[in-house]
Each structure stands twice: as C-alpha cells, then as structure tokens.
C-alpha cells in the first residue's frame, strides 16, 4: 500500500502541474497510470477503467480549484465564459458517466485509446483558427458545452483537452484559454464525481475504500499533492514557450496511447 500511496502522489504532482500549465485536468495521465496501478494490485479489469476515470474526475475537483484561483489571480480566467457553458458541462458530463458505466470496460478503454491519439494529434498539428471566428451566443457555448463534458466524463478528464481548443479557435488568447480552461474543469469534475459515485454504488468487484467507481486511497493520494504543484504549474504558464511543452507533451501521449493499446489487443 505505501507505495501505491507514492505512486498515487507522483500522479498527483503530475496532474497539478499540467493543470496548471496547460488547463487540463491531468486526466491524459491519471487515467491510464492508474489502470496500470490498478492492474498491478489486481483489481479486476472490469471495473478498473471506470474506477481510474471515476477516480480523475474526484481529483481533478480540487486540482481545478487550486489551478483556477493560481490563473484567476493573473487575470488569467474569463469567468463571463465560465458562466456561459456551465449549464452545458452540468448536463452533458452527469449524462455522459452513464453511457459510460453501461460501456464494457474493454470497448471504454479503446474509446479512450482513439482520444489520446486525438488529442496528441491535435496539439502537434497546431491549426491556427480564423481571424474572424468568435465565442458563439448562449446557445451555443451550452452545446458546446454538452460536448466537452460528454467526452470528459467518458475519458475521465477536465476537459481542458477539448476546452482550450475550443477557445482557442474561437480566438480567446492561448494563456486565457489555458487559465479559463482550468476554472472549467471544476464543474466537469464536479458533475463527473457524482455520477460515478451513483454509476458504481453496489457494483460488484470493487475494492476495499471504494465509492462508487471512485478509489478513496487514490483520491487522497492525488489530491494531496496536485493541489500543491497545480499553482506552480499555472505560474509556468506565463513564462514558458507553451508551443513547445505541448509537443512534448503529444509525444508523451502518443506513447501512452500505444502502451494502452497494446494492453487491450
């Protein structure tokens, strides 16, 4: 147990800082570690992929806050945005932790194989939007907000791998999206954790310190360091060339996406 505590922990610093740098959530790399983790203590595969997306979407509540108010207090975050698709991401991600726990654990693993390989796609290709294009009406930022949290509760992450893409191509400047992208993971992250609390009660298979599909000892483990390392990871992003961390960063993910493949084939 000590150390899939520690494990838990280098997760969480993990998670904070690409949180913070990137306003991501963490869950590109909280996921599949923890399938990993899981696999290791012998957790069944069945439930394994629900609990370690459960259990990111529990940690990336508090790493959201804590990456949220480090931007805000740069002027980092666009709350008018926020507000905006709020309602969106509430309806979309409870929706979407449904659809999720009724998708057999290989096929959601698979769905999340293709996302990863999405996402690290789209940050090497880097398309410049239209100079013209801007954040759509009312109606708009709330479908587009069923989207993202859609997606998000089915990848366990915060959104920030669809959300600052999405800003972006809307012409919102990359530090804002990054910061206002972070302060959208909370209510993801929020709507995500009860569902996968109500999905996984009674399910059978769970380990001991389960809820739901959320695994406590992980939670703690995560959440005790990401809220530490996710400020610093946002006082990063006002320094650093941003261009070249996400490449690195897609080629992380291209890795992670074959090794997850690879487990499933």
């Known amino acids: 147990m000590l150390t899939a505590m520690i494990l838990y922990c280098a997760l969480g ?94 096929y959601l693993q698979m769905f999340f194989v293709c996302f990863l390989f999405y996402v690290a796609t789209n940050m090497l290709l880097n398309k410049k939007p239209n100079p013209t294009r801007h954040l759509p009406g009312f109606a708009g930022m709330t479908g587009a907000g069923m989207f993202i949290g859609a997606i998000s509760s089915l990848v366990g992450i915060g959104g920030g791998t669809l959300s600052v893409p999405f800003l972006v191509w809307n012409n919102v400047d990359m530090r804002r999206a990054v910061g206002t992208s972070a302060a959208i993971g909370f209510p993801i992250a929020l709507a995500g954790c009860l569902g996968n609390i109500v999905n996984g009660w009674g399910v059978e298979n769970l380990p001991e310190y389960a809820l739901g599909f959320i695994y406590l000892p992980a939670l703690v483990g995560i959440v005790a360091v990401s809220t530490i390392t996710a400020p610093r990871g946002a006082a990063l992003a006002h320094k650093l060339p941003i261009p070249k961390l996400k490449k690195i960063f897609a080629c992380f993910l291209y890795c992670v996406a074959t090794k997850m493949l690879l487990d499933v084939l």
């Open 13 to 106: 610093a993990i998670a904070g800082l690409l949180a913070g740098l990137l306003g991501i959530g963490g869950g590109a790399v909280v996921v599949p570690m923890l399938v990993f983790a899981f696999d290791w203590l012998n957790i069944p595969q069945e439930v394994a992929i629900h609990m370690a997306i459960g259990t990111s979407l529990g940690s990336i509540m508090f790493t959201a806050i804590s990456s949220a108010m480090a931007h805000h207090r740069r002027g980092g975050v666009d709350w008018n945005v926020v507000k905006y698709i709020a309602v969106g991401i509430l309806v979309g991600t409870y929706a979407g932790t449904f659809v999720a726990a009724s998708i057999p654990a290989r």
